[in-house]
């Protein structure tokens, strides 16, 4: 039922371009790459008179997810290292950041569609 499609594009141009691929992008010869993973799970619902389909996406944004976890991994090595009033700003400064990618980390998309036979 669930469908999982890896896409990668260019981080630049945007051109797709294959998920293995490594090295300059043909399209424009820049290097890097956005890869997206997409999970699919479809609800379909068939009545005599009327249909609904529900898709649901969740999109996870690498660089966002790596983010976040890379601060949740590093905050109490910092907390370590500053001990004190500093620590206290450093702490309060990355839970902020976490906060702000936490949501871009993962994006669930609800797809509704409504129709009549
Ligand atoms: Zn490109």
Redesign the pocket.
């Known amino acids: 039922m669930g469908e999982v499609t890896q896409a990668a594009t260019?981080a630049?141009?945007?051109?797709s371009i294959a998920l293995k691929h490594s090295g300059p992008?043909p399209?424009?010869?820049?290097e890097g790459k956005n890869i997206y993973v997409e999970i699919k799970e479809s609800i379909e619902v068939h009545s005599s008179l009327q249909w609904e389909t529900k898709k649901e996406y969740y999109k996870k944004h690498k660089g966002a997810a790596v983010t976040v976890i890379a601060i949740s991994v590093l905050s109490p090595f910092i907390g370590l290292f500053l001990a004190g009033p500093a620590g206290v700003i450093v702490g309060l400064g990355l839970s902020g950041i976490a906060y702000y990618f936490g949501p871009k980390a993962v994006t669930k998309i609800i797809e509704i569609t409504k129709g009549h036979a």
Not at 12 to 15: A, E, I, L
Not at 27 to 30: E, F, L, V, Y
């Open positions: 260019c630049h141009c945007g051109k992008c399209a424009c010869g820049k």
